[in-house]
């Protein structure tokens, strides 16, 4: 294991595992989100549900699903090691320190938007992975729905309607405004995060770096956050009777 342990001592090293688990985040972030797609589906959730049950009982995606919650613990606490050992490289503040000349907002925010994604996803896990593991269905801690978490049946087979769980949560104005709130945060986190795990691998290239950039920006940066906000809009209006 030693290779492990001189691998995260080296400031070079926990730059990669951090672009390592980054860039795995971000795949994870597709599938997620083309799964999640099914609720604009008008058939009272039945894709959703299938596509949540699926998720939750193949076995080579439940092992992956470890990987997920390792990645996002590692990828936390090294760009936490990270910062406080640039911190104390430079104990001085430098007396003429504009960093706005030479660097872009989101690349010298990339911690407070971390820590607000880290926030938003013990939040999202314990309203919805919680929920569907373990029981009934609250909203900030208070339990709103008594007893397990509701039923449906397809083709005879009972399964748990996280379509449910999805429709009551979005139900509350609050709770939309904080996912639109905190995938404005994914958004500016994953400008500039998506390029830069690209760069801290040593993976830039005259031919390819434009394309990264390209989709840093557009996809991870725009489409992706933009699609997630959409969900509990788009659930809102719909359960609200306001525009659907
Ligand atoms: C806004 C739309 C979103 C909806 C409707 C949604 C819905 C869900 C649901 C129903 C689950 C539990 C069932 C399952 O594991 O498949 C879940 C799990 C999860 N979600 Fe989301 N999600 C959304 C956005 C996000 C975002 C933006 C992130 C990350 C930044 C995220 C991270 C996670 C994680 C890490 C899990 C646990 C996955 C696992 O156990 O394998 N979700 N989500």
Known sequence: MSWVTTTLSSSLGRKVVMSLTGLFLCTFLVVHLVGNLQLFKGDEGRAFNEYSYFMTHNPLIKTISYLLYASIIIHAVMALV?????QASRP????????EDNSHWTSRNMGILGTILLIFIVIHMRT????????PITLAGEEIQAGSIPQVTYDGEPIKDLYAVTTFAFSYLWYV??????????AFHLVHGFQSGFQSLGLRHKKYSPLIEGIGTYVFGILIPALFAAMPVYIYLKVNHILF
């Open 82 to 86: 990270l910062t406080r050992q640039n």
């Open 92 to 99: 001085i503040k430098y007396a003429y320190a504009r960093p």
């Open 128 to 135: 919805f992975w919680y929920t569907m593991h373990f029981g």
């Open 177 to 186: 405004i904080l996912y639109v709130l905190s995938m404005a945060a994914l």
